[in-house]
Nanobody, 125 residues
């Protein structure tokens, strides 16, 4: 099993920055891809960013490209999401997720096997 715990959410003004962390524990050897998703009230859970756990290639939703950065510290078993130039539309609960065996990096929530509990990010104008 793999356990994921997000931290770092909060309230920030539009144009500001916020960093999220996802601490990973358990059988990390089973992880192939780490991803970040977000879900706003009344909306579906959307892909934000992803990367291979043992690689460097990164993947982003068009809406966050150039503003958000996903990274990982394998030694610390932690994945990060640095969010810059935040907009009100970025307000959502952000979830960390892990998957085990997809050949291509997945961007759909159903492709991921493990989820954190989520952390709230609120961007005020």
């Amino acid at each position: 099993q793999v356990q994921l715990v997000e931290s770092g959410g909060g309230l920030v003004q539009a144009g500001g920055s916020l960093g999220l962390s996802c601490a990973i524990s358990g059988r990390t050897s089973r992880i192939r891809t780490m991803g970040w998703f977000r879900q706003a009230p009344g909306k579906e859970r959307d892909f934000v960013a992803a990367m291979r756990w043992s690689g460097t290639n990164t993947y982003y939703a068009d809406s966050v490209k150039g503003r958000f950065t996903i990274s990982a510290d394998n030694a610390k078993n932690t994945v990060y999401l640095q969010m810059n130039s935040l907009q009100r539309e970025d307000t959502a609960v952000y979830y960390c997720a892990a998957e085990r065996d997809r050949v291509q990096v997945p961007t759909t929530p159903t492709s991921y096997d493990y989820w954190g509990q989520g952390t709230q990010v609120t961007v005020s104008s």
